[in-house]
């Protein structure tokens, strides 16, 4: 049976928002209540502002932390982006990261059709790393892939999880570090096994919220990365799918061997296989 995908985005969200809410209220908490109470009501009013479409360059600049294309960065791209547009592919404005690391991907649609880029890509470009059609393929994956997830409140929901990310980024770096102890793998491994006892003992001793509460925090660890793994599989697959319609697939193929990108012999058919008759744009002939 497969799990909707509303669904898939509930277990990643919904804690996620909970979670930030409680530590957004514990930090207000925490400072002069005069000063704690107009942040919390300054971060609602925010959150609410790019739910209605508002302010979105500052927050694609500031949760991305990118800058608006330079012109000479814009006129490397223009022939990709001018490419795509002739397919049918409208592309809004473009954004250039200021950092980035391996992990990094190299190009994310984000927003209302704004496009998140590398400063990685934009060099390979220019130097002759990789062609324009093959920028256009990696550009197209992009859009398929959000268009595939189709995000709703996508920047009010990146602001308002926040605290969340923060959180989730110091717990990687920390168990990075301890990560070479043979104790801490085996603890992170046995963790459901510790989320049995833990509430089997609360619910003997007469304390079963706290325990169900420890359980399903457990649970969390478990149902989260693979929800987030279900998302990707289908978002790939679809901007797979998207790239091939638009008949990029073989110029995709090129850059991801190119780059070192695993590729398995699954999605090597996937971006292999032509359109159907059914897929290709029709032709009509127009009296004269």
Not at 26 to 32: E, F, G, I, S, T
Not at 128 to 143: C, F, Q
Not at 262 to 273: F, M, N
Request: aromatic share 6%; net charge positive.
């Amino acid at each position: 049976m497969t799990v909707p995908m509303t669904m898939l985005k509930f277990v990643i969200r919904g804690p996620a928002l909970l979670v930030s809410f409680v530590l957004d209220v514990v930090m207000c908490a925490l400072l002069p209540p005069a000063l704690g109470l107009v942040l919390f009501l300054a971060s609602i009013a925010a959150a609410g502002a790019l739910a209605l479409g508002k302010f979105e360059v500052v927050a694609i600049r500031m949760l991305t932390r990118s800058r608006l294309a330079t012109a000479p960065e814009f006129q490397v791209l223009a022939p990709a982006l001018v490419e795509l547009g002739a397919r049918g592919v409208d592309v809004g404005p473009v954004f250039v990261r200021r950092v980035q690391d391996p992990q990094t991907p190299a190009v994310v649609a984000i927003g209302h059709r704004a496009l998140v880029v590398t400063l990685g890509l934009v060099e390979a470009l220019y130097c002759g790393g990789i062609t324009g059609t093959e920028a256009e393929a990696v550009l197209a994956h992009a859009v398929g892939r959000r268009r595939a997830l189709k995000p709703r409140l996508e920047l009010a929901v990146l602001l308002a999880t926040a605290p969340w990310r923060v959180v989730i980024a110091t717990f990687r770096s920390v168990g990075r570090t301890f990560a070479w102890l043979p104790l801490t793998r085996a603890a992170w491994a046995l963790r459901g096994v510790v989320g049995v006892i833990c509430v089997a003992q609360s619910v003997a001793e007469g304390r079963v919220w706290p325990g169900f509460l420890g359980g399903a925090v457990i649970a969390l660890t478990y149902l989260v990365p693979a929800a987030g793994r279900a998302i990707e599989t289908r978002a790939e697959i679809a901007a797979d799918q998207f790239v091939v319609e638009l008949g990029l697939g073989g110029l995709l193929i090129q850059v991801l061997r190119r780059f070192g990108y695993p590729l398995t012999l699954e999605r090597l058919r996937r971006l292999e296989s032509a359109p159907t008759p059914n897929e290709r744009p029709r032709l009509y002939l127009v009296p004269g």
